[in-house]
Nanobody, 118 residues
Framework: QVQLVESGGGSVRAGDSLRLACTVSGGTSIRTVMGWFRQAPGKERVFVASIRWSGIGTEYADSIKGRFTMSRDNAKNTVYLQMNSLKPDDTAVYYC???????????WGQGTQVTVSS
């Protein structure tokens, strides 16, 4: 049974930083890809970033490039999303997700709220 648990959300001011964490239990291998998505109020869930469990092949959405960094700590079974220079437009529920190479993201965490005020 794969379980993903996010943490680290909160309320901050524009320009501040936050680090989200997602701890994974079960289901990881060299073929695993971890992703971060976000869903703003009234909008669809969108891709933010992804990384292979091997650490190779990090991808980012254009809207957050240069501000967000995704990383992983295999020893802790945890992936992180370091978010710097936060903007009000970054306000959303952030979800961690898992897939295997070639497959869809089919495991999801419960989400963590990030609120950025101006």
């Amino acid at each position: 049974q794969v379980q993903l648990v996010e943490s680290g959300g909160g309320s901050v001011r524009a320009g501040d930083s936050l680090r989200l964490a997602c701890t994974v239990s079960g289901g990881t291998s060299i073929r695993t890809v971890m992703g971060w998505f976000r869903q703003a109020p009234g909008k669809e869930r969108v891709f933010v970033a992804s990384i292979r469990w091997s650490g190779i092949g990090t991808e980012y959405a254009d809207s957050i490039k240069g501000r967000f960094t995704m990383s992983r700590d295999n020893a802790k079974n945890t992936v992180y999303l370091q978010m710097n220079s936060l903007k009000p437009d970054d306000t959303a529920v952030y979800y961690c997700a898992l897939r295997q190479i070639g497959g869809p993201f089919d495991y999801w965490g419960q989400g963590t709220q990030v609120t950025v005020s101006s």
